[in-house]
């Protein structure tokens, strides 16, 4: 896949992966729409995506209002002609007491943006899509979505629900032009992982990962998760039975 002219609608687009993967794709010429809540720092972002080669308009939307993500998208389209390509990249890590203590609303809250604000970002762009015949749809899902973990339901249900939601699109939309792409990272350094005193194994430097996310989008494979020492480790975790799961990831402190 060129980067150059490819338009993306990035969602999460203000700090973290969302803004290391806009000034990447910028760099290499792409037409960004970036989508997130502070529109401080989405203006700040645009003008370097600008400077850095790339073009890029911005929009300081909730992805849990369907009705403006929707706008968003017709905005860019307008402007650019079309969406080539939506990473759902939006998320919270829910990692507050409330949470942990399955507070009805903080656990909505998680699912609400992880999950149904990645759901109104598809409604928004795959109509047009399959119009097209073209397009790509990328999840920013978490290895966290492969079993439940300690003290994370509500993340690790976000997750989980996110790579279904994805994956049973792909079936629905694989023999019509549109590519769907689910990225599972573990740790990585970010402003969500940033107030963690508990140990993140194999936590990633955001310089490390972005090659990672960008290679996954431009071979457009169904699935990457990295780093590959804990995708390995989640993904034979996936086969253990209950007791001996839950007697080893009982024991596991990566919200503390
Ligand atoms: N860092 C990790 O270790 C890791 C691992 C696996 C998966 N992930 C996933 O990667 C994605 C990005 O995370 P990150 O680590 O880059 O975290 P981050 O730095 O906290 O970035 C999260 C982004 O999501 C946006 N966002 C949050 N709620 C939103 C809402 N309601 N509407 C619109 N935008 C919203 C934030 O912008 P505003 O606050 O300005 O809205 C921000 O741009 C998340 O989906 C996360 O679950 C992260």
Known sequence: MEWKNKVIFLTGASSGIGEALALAMAKRGATLGLLARRE???KELAAKCEQGGGKAGYYAVDVTDAKAVAEAAEELRNEFGRIDVLIANAGIGGNNSETQ???????????????????????????????????????????????????????SASKAGMTAFFESVRLDV???????????????????????????????????????????????????????????????ARIFPAWLYDRIAGRAKFRE
């Open 40 to 42: 401080e720092l989405l």
């Open 101 to 155: 203590n399955l507070n009805p609303e903080a656990v909505a809250e998680v699912i609400n943006i992880n999950l149904l604000g990645a759901v109104n970002a598809v409604s928004a762009v795959l109509p047009q899509m399959l119009e097209n015949k073209s397009g790509q749809l990328v999840a920013i899902s978490s290895l966290a979505g492969f079993r439940g973990l300690p003290k994370s339901a509500a993340y």
């Open 174 to 236: 694989q023999d019509k032009g549109v590519a769907v792409t689910i990225i599972q990272p573990g740790f990585i350094k970010t402003p969500l992982t940033s107030g963690r005193k508990s140990k993140m194994p194999f936590l990633m430097e955001l310089e490390d990962a972005i090659p990672l996310f960008l290679d996954a989008i431009e071979r457009r494979k169904k699935f990457a998760a990295f780093p590959w020492q804990l995708a390995a480790v989640v993904r034979v």
